[in-house]
């Protein structure tokens, strides 16, 4: 009994401790801000998120989202969050396959093709990135111009000084809008399926609402009208129409993605060594092909020791892409500079910044959080 009730009173003192830190820290930043906006009142500077409405005056690019000189400040600063998004999601996807690639040449039988990876890995993980950028951008930007018979991909992709030029697909916009419902339900669906595989009931339950979804989204995608190919074509002195990747976004994706998978490929190395030799000799002893022990055996039980790291890198590549304002690319980080020099209100966009990239890296966070736990050893504890 008096154990329990010892318990009790520490776990009551601990909440309480913690609810005092927390109330201490909220109500210095409220002191802070409040000591902020009055001394700006008193210097006559403007304040206040009311700014965010007003219209910007200016226009930024945007490979994703419009945007025009008309659209208020909040506006743009979505548009510049998707940049950061896109240009985040395609370095994370792009360096993590290189960095596979990398990790397994470094332990390569054949010592020169080991020592090419080698090179590779010292070269560019000891550039700084923000020079690679500037080296990518003033290279791409020497490409022929659009009227100068730039490369082509079977006269449906261009590559030119004025950017990369792709097929894209376009949908009604009511269409579209049902369109990511309808995925969004399947996922869903398919992580149910995933958490429920034991279960069969609910696992044909969660089968069920994915085909159910599937015919749902092919239905709606016929209904909202013709699906067109939008394909890019040369009209004046420059290319009309499709997805045009500006050369600020490529410059961006291929300076991280090279630097970034240095790191992954010492990280893939370090985790395929750190698998035991019995594991995979059993596997050899049973018969099982060499690639098949790798995928099978080698891989999977080496991720686990990856995962944590590769987190790591991939938070880095996320803040990595504040470098995009050396080159002209509208991430949060060149928007909020711009913003803050076009309105002198520096502590409303600062505050703006701070939370795009907390909420983006905290949501990697969790996502990397739930991937190593999925891929975590089961036993008991």
Same mark, same amino acid.
């Given at each position: 009994?008096?154990?329990?009730?010892?318990?009790?009173?520490?776990?009551?003192? @601990?909440?309480?401790?913690?609810?005092?830190?927390?109330? #201490? !820290?909220?109500?210095?930043?409220?002191?802070?801000?409040?000591?902020?906006?009055?001394?700006?009142?008193?210097?006559?500077?403007?304040?206040?998120?009311?700014? =965010?409405?007003?219209?910007?005056?200016?226009?930024?690019?945007?490979?994703?989202?419009?945007?025009?000189?008309?659209?208020?400040?909040?506006?743009?600063?979505?548009?510049?969050?998707?940049?950061?998004?896109?240009?985040?999601?395609?370095?994370?996807?792009?360096?993590?396959?290189?960095?596979?690639?990398?990790?397994?040449?470094?332990?390569?039988?054949?010592?020169?093709?080991?020592?090419?990876?080698?090179?590779?890995?010292?070269?560019?993980?000891?550039?700084?990135?923000?020079?690679?950028? =500037?080296?990518?951008?003033?290279?791409?930007?020497?490409? &022929?111009?659009?009227?100068?018979?730039?490369?082509?991909?079977?006269?449906?992709?261009?590559?030119?000084?004025?950017?990369?030029?792709?097929?894209?697909?376009?949908?009604?916009?009511?269409?579209?809008?049902?369109?990511?419902?309808?995925?969004?339900?399947?996922?869903?669906?398919?992580?149910?399926?995933?958490?429920?595989?034991?279960?069969?009931?609910?696992?044909?339950?969660?089968?069920?609402?994915?085909?159910?979804? !599937?015919?749902?989204? @092919?239905?709606? !995608?016929?209904?909202?009208?013709?699906?067109?190919?939008?394909? &890019?074509?040369?009209?004046?002195?420059?290319?009309?129409?499709?997805?045009?990747?500006?050369?600020?976004?490529?410059?961006?994706?291929?300076?991280?993605?090279?630097? @970034?998978?240095?790191?992954?490929?010492?990280?893939?190395?370090?985790?395929?060594?750190? #698998?035991?030799?019995?594991?995979?000799?059993?596997?050899?002893?049973?018969?099982?092909?060499?690639?098949?022990?790798?995928?099978?055996?080698?891989? &999977?039980?080496?991720?686990?020791?990856?995962?944590?790291?590769?987190?790591?890198?991939? =938070?880095?590549?996320?803040?990595?892409?504040?470098?995009?304002?050396?080159?002209?690319?509208?991430?949060?980080?060149?928007?909020? #500079?711009?913003?803050?020099?076009?309105?002198?209100?520096?502590?409303?966009?600062?505050?703006?910044?701070?939370?795009?990239?907390?909420?983006?890296?905290?949501?990697?966070?969790?996502?990397?959080?739930?991937?190593?736990?999925?891929?975590?050893?089961?036993?008991?504890?």
């Amino acid at each position: 009994m008096n154990g329990n009730t010892t318990y009790r009173k520490n776990h009551i003192a @601990s909440w309480t401790f913690q609810i005092g830190v927390v109330a #201490v !820290l909220v109500a210095l930043i409220g002191w802070s801000m409040a000591t902020a906006w009055q001394r700006m009142h008193a210097q006559g500077i403007a304040y206040g998120f009311g700014v =965010l409405d007003r219209a910007t005056g200016w226009q930024i690019s945007s490979p994703f989202l419009d945007q025009t000189p008309d659209d208020p400040y909040w506006w743009t600063l979505v548009v510049a969050f998707v940049n950061t998004l896109g240009a985040s999601v395609m370095s994370i996807m792009f360096a993590c396959m290189l960095g596979v690639v990398i990790g397994i040449g470094l332990l390569a039988p054949n010592r020169v093709v080991a020592q090419m990876f080698r090179a590779y890995v010292e070269i560019f993980r000891n550039v700084p990135l923000v020079l690679q950028a =500037l080296f990518w951008y003033a290279t791409l930007t020497t490409l &022929p111009a659009p009227r100068a018979n730039p490369p082509a991909f079977f006269d449906a992709a261009f590559m030119s000084n004025q950017g990369l030029f792709l097929p894209s697909v376009k949908v009604g916009s009511a269409g579209l809008g049902w369109a990511w419902t309808v995925a969004l339900v399947a996922l869903g669906a398919c992580a149910l399926w995933r958490r429920a595989a034991t279960r069969r009931r609910v696992a044909n339950l969660a089968l069920a609402i994915v085909a159910i979804a !599937l015919i749902a989204l @092919s239905v709606v !995608l016929l209904r909202s009208g013709p699906v067109v190919v939008d394909l &890019p074509r040369m009209t004046g002195f420059s290319f009309r129409g499709g997805w045009n990747v500006p050369l600020e976004l490529i410059a961006l994706v291929l300076a991280t993605v090279l630097f @970034s998978a240095a790191y992954i490929g010492e990280i893939v190395r370090g985790g395929l060594l750190s #698998v035991p030799r019995g594991l995979i000799e059993a596997a050899q002893a049973l018969g099982v092909p060499a690639y098949a022990a790798f995928a099978s055996v080698r891989f &999977p039980i080496a991720l686990r020791s990856m995962v944590p790291a590769l987190g790591n890198i991939f =938070l880095f590549i996320v803040k990595a892409t504040a470098i995009g304002s050396a080159i002209g690319y509208a991430d949060v980080y060149s928007v909020s #500079v711009v913003s803050i020099s076009q309105t002198g209100q520096a502590v409303e966009f600062l505050i703006a910044m701070m939370v795009v990239y907390f909420a983006l890296n905290y949501s990697l966070t969790l996502v990397m959080n739930v991937l190593n736990r999925a891929i975590a050893f089961k036993g008991n504890r």
